[in-house]
Every structure is written in C-alpha cells, then in structure tokens.
Nanobody, 120 residues
Framework: QVQVVESGGGLVQPGGSLRLSCAASGSIFSINAMGWYRQAPGKERELVARITSTGSTNYVDSVKGRFTISRDNAGNTVYLQMNSLKPEDAAVYYC??????????????WGQGTQVTVSS
C-alpha cells in the first residue's frame, strides 16, 4: 500500500502565503512524479503544479510566478509554496504521487485533500 498525506492548508488573507506539504510512503520503489491538484466547488479538478523525478516542473498558467513546487532530497516529500494568494486560489488541494513499486510501473495515489481558503 501507498499512503499520501498532505498538510498545511488553512485560512489566509488575499496577498498572503501558505506552504503545503505532502509525503508519500509505503510500498514505493521510486517516485516518478508528484503533483498538486485543486478542486473548487462546482469546478473540475485541475493540475496546479507537478515535479518529476528529474526535477522538471510545470505549472498551470494562473499560478506561474506565485507558486513554487519543490521536493526533498529523497523525493518522497513535496512542497507547494503559495504566495500572493488570491480568492480564486481557494479550493481543496490534493497531492498526487505517481509511483513505481513491485506491482506497478506507474500508479497514481491521492491524498485526502487539504482546504485552502483565501478570504479577508
């Protein structure tokens, strides 16, 4: 089994910052990529930021220049530094881990989600 656990959500005023963390553990040989997705009420889940095993990153256009995804040296923990937050950034943020293990070359596992609220 693979566990994906997020933390760091909360309430922040517009213009403020939050840092989300996500740790993947369990039956993992290696991490292919990890990413942050978000889903606001009435909207589809969208990719926010993703980082691969080689360190390559990509972001949705709406967060470029404000959000930064990074990882620890082991590669099993990723962070999302969110600056200059806007009300439209409010959503449930989900962490995704694309892992390789004994039964799967590329399997996706999700965290339970963490709420980010941006409001004055």
């Amino acid at each position: 089994q693979v566990q994906v656990v997020e933390s760091g959500g909360g309430l922040v005023q517009p213009g403020g910052s939050l840092r989300l963390s996500c740790a993947a553990s369990g039956s993992i040989f290696s991490i292919n990529a990890m990413g942050w997705y978000r889903q606001a009420p009435g909207k589809e889940r969208e990719l926010v930021a993703r980082i691969t095993s080689t360190g390559s990153t990509n972001y949705v256009d709406s967060v470029k220049g404000r959000f930064t995804i990074s990882r620890d040296n082991a590669g099993n923990t990723v962070y999302l530094q969110m600056n200059s937050l806007k009300p439209e950034d409010a959503a449930v943020y989900y962490c995704n881990a694309d892992v390789r293990n004994s039964w799967c070359i590329s399997c996706n596992f999700w965290g339970q989600g963490t709420q980010v609220t941006v409001s004055s």
